[in-house]
């Protein structure tokens, strides 16, 4: 079985930045799409950022567009989401989806999910 594992969330200060990760396990991801989505308290899942399998081609929602990034690792398995100048409403838990096909915006067309990450930013 597919395997995602976050990391990187915390406490953090607005302004700051962070690097989250995501490592998959448990099958070859050679052509699989990598998004990262957020959950707000009380909102919905978010998406974020969508990486094709080759890491050439990204996507990024307008509302994170210019401070999120997103790239990958394929010798580690991992794809990263890089957030910068974060403000106090980036705070949710924030999750990584695959999926074997092109990247959707919709999280109902993933299969595998990791367990989030949370990131909580201080003002």
């Known amino acids: 079985q597919v395997q995602l594992v976050e990391s990187g969330g915390g406490p953090v200060q607005a302004g700051d930045s962070l690097r989250l990760s995501c490592t998959a396990s448990g099958r070859d991801f050679y052509y699989y799409a990598m998004v990262w989505f957020r959950q707000a308290p009380g909102k919905e899942r978010e998406f974020l950022a969508a990486?094709?399998?080759?890491?050439?081609?990204?996507f990024f929602a307008d509302s994170v567009k210019g401070r999120f990034t997103i790239s990958k690792d394929d010798a580690k398995n991992t794809v990263y989401l890089q957030i910068n100048t974060l403000i106090p409403e980036d705070t949710a838990v924030y999750y990584c989806?695959?999926?074997?096909?092109?990247?959707?915006?919709?999280?109902?067309?993933?299969?595998?999910w990791g367990q989030g990450t949370q990131v909580t930013v201080s003002s």
């Open positions: 990486i094709n399998w080759s890491g050439r081609s990204s």
């Open positions: 989806a695959l999926r074997r096909a092109t990247w959707s915006v919709r999280p109902a067309e993933y299969e595998y």
